[in-house]
């Protein structure tokens, strides 16, 4: 997977905010994409995943957008509370792989 | 369905120890991956387990190593512990099939003095 910095990107909105996180994947032969949330002191949880013969998945209160042309993935969380605080990590599995390659992750700040 | 379980959940070590690591997965789940997570270089994945056979390997030293037990559990050891082994052991479960996601544990936290 990619590094992480020191540092990861942070996204800041307030309670009841709409959330957009991005993702940028690397390999264009990856046709699984994985979405997982990690609270501090726990393991990634897994969120939602989609497929590379889709592009737009819905779940509750999350919707995940595949655009294999320019290799992009997005999470998009609706009416952010405070406990979507976290750090949110993108996946992406390269078909006939057991493995998923972790992207860096972004840390949500959500605002009461 | 409980969840995949590790433990211990914290562990104390002085350099040049070894350390072995448990990990259970979800009832039915074949594979089992471990990562090392930290700060500065994210989630490393180090290698996965599927009927009892190493199946992926990542670019860790051979000090690192696992073995995974007829029931799924798995077991990761790292032998003469160095500083920069201080971090976060990851292990997660799946069905081992391409296209399934796969579910953590909460990990243990390792640091070495």
């Known amino acids: 997977g990619e590094s992480v910095g020191l540092h990861l990107p942070t996204l800041s909105v307030q309670e009841g905010d709409n959330s957009i996180i991005n993702c940028a994947y690397s390999n264009s032969a990856s046709d699984y994409f994985i979405w997982y949330k990690q609270e501090s002191g726990k393991g990634p949880q897994f969120i939602i995943d989609?497929?590379?013969?889709?592009d737009k998945r819905q779940g509750q209160r999350v919707t995940v957008l595949l655009n294999k042309t320019v290799k992009h993935l997005s999470l998009q969380i609706a009416a952010t509370q405070p406990g979507d605080s976290a750090v949110y990590f993108c996946?992406?599995?390269?078909?006939?792989?057991?493995?998923?390659?972790f992207g860096r992750g972004t840390s949500l700040i959500v605002h009461p | 369905k409980a969840g995949v379980t590790q433990t211990p959940r914290y562990l104390i070590k002085t350099r040049g120890q070894q350390v072995t690591l448990s990990c259970s997965p979800i009832?039915?789940?074949?594979?089992v991956s471990w990562y090392q997570q930290t700060p500065g270089q994210g989630l490393q994945f180090l290698f996965e387990?599927?009927?009892?056979?190493?199946?992926n390997k990542g670019n860790f030293p051979g000090r690192f190593s696992g073995r995974q037990f007829s029931n799924s559990r798995s077991e990761m050891n790292v032998s003469t512990l160095e500083l920069g082994d201080s971090a976060l052991y990851l292990c997660?479960?799946?069905?081992?099939?391409?296209?399934?996601?796969?579910?953590f544990g909460d990990g243990t936290r390792l640091s070495i003095l």
């Open positions: 989609i497929r590379s013969n889709m």
């Open positions: 996946a992406e599995q390269k078909g006939g792989s057991y493995i998923p390659t």
């Open positions: 387990y599927f009927s009892e056979t190493q199946r």
């Open positions: 997660a479960s799946s069905l081992g099939q391409g296209g399934q996601p796969q579910h």
């Open positions: 009832s039915g789940h074949r594979s």
